[in-house]
């Protein structure tokens, strides 16, 4: 976040130099200087799609299928909320004796930067990775563009 990807996850990086003292960039996004880059500014302008559909100018804008539950527990779930913003018979077993885990069908908000994405990122279910108005989960080009990946960047498909 302080070098203008819009995330919000900490990490921990060691770095180390056999040649002399090792110097981190300033960072250009912090406290002061300019603000944190949103989702909004990240993904805001690309084209809608629903759950399920791709894209026809670009592949990786693609999103998955929601079972029908999910479709409505999505629906039911304003920006920035969560699976705590929902009727409880939404709630699926496993969060109902859980009251961790928040993030978990979470929607991002559009004016803040993104939680940390994982690996399970294209998934409604896995964080807090539902887009911020549409009712799906984000697509792969989103993503990677909330991964500061340039936009013409293809991703290889194994």
Request: hydrophobic fraction near 30%; aromatic fraction near 6%.
């Amino acid at each position: 976040m302080e070098y203008g990807v819009p995330q919000e996850r900490r990490r921990l990086a060691i770095v180390a130099s056999r040649i002399g003292y090792p110097v981190l960039p300033p960072p250009t996004h912090a406290v002061g200087k300019r603000r944190a880059r949103t989702v909004r500014k990240a993904i805001g302008d690309l084209p809608p799609i629903r759950v399920g559909e791709v894209d026809e100018r670009d592949p990786e804008h693609a999103a998955m299928k929601l079972s029908e539950a999910n479709q409505i527990r999505i629906q039911a779930t304003p920006e920035g909320g969560d699976r705590r913003d929902w009727d409880s018979s939404l709630v699926p077993d496993c969060h109902v004796v859980h009251g961790g885990h928040t993030d978990a069908y979470g929607r991002m908000w559009w004016d803040r930067p993104a939680t940390g994405l994982t690996t399970r990122c294209l998934s409604y279910s896995n964080g807090r990775f539902g887009h911020p108005e549409q009712d799906r989960a984000i697509s792969l080009r989103e993503a990677a563009c909330l991964q500061t990946f340039s936009r013409r960047f293809r991703l290889k498909r194994v």
